[in-house]
């Protein structure tokens, strides 16, 4: 919740995103070490690594954002599809800071 909290914080200092044409919304990389990463090592990586062969290989930031473009990973996490039903699901804070992450809000 700290955590969250923390993020809240900083999305409101940081009003740059906000004016950018959607078009160029970049997800900050820095968000991505501190608060993407981990929820993605506990929860994606054990299917989506290099070795799996998957289509969304979610080992890198580059890699996520490729997802994120192509293979719809920001509806996958919303719909609850990924991770898959018999897989831990994700809280709702985490869901949002995916969410709001990849809207670069
Ligand atoms: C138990 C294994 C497993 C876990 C854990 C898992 N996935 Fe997946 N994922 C799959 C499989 C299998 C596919 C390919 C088949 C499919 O689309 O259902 C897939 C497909 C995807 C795709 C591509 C969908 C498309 O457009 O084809 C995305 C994006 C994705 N996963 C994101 C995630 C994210 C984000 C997480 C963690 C929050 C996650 N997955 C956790 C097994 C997993």
Redesign the pocket.
């Known amino acids: 919740m700290t955590r969250f909290l923390f993020f809240s914080l900083f999305l409101f200092s940081s009003c740059t995103w906000n004016e950018l044409p959607k078009i160029i919304c970049v997800p900050d990389e820095q968000v991505y070490f501190e608060l993407i990463q981990p929820?993605?090592e506990n929860?994606?990586i054990?299917?989506?690594s290099t070795a799996?062969n998957?289509?969304?290989v979610?080992v890198s930031y580059d890699g996520?954002v490729e997802?994120l473009r192509?293979?719809?990973?920001k509806e996958?996490?919303i719909n609850r599809?990924?991770?898959?039903p018999?897989?831990p699901p994700?809280s709702e804070s985490?869901i949002n800071i995916?969410q709001k992450w990849a809207d670069c809000e």
């Open positions: 929820i993605i929860n994606c054990s299917c989506h799996a998957m289509p969304a979610l996520i997802a192509n293979y719809s990973l996958e996490v599809t990924m991770p898959p018999l897989s994700l985490e995916i």
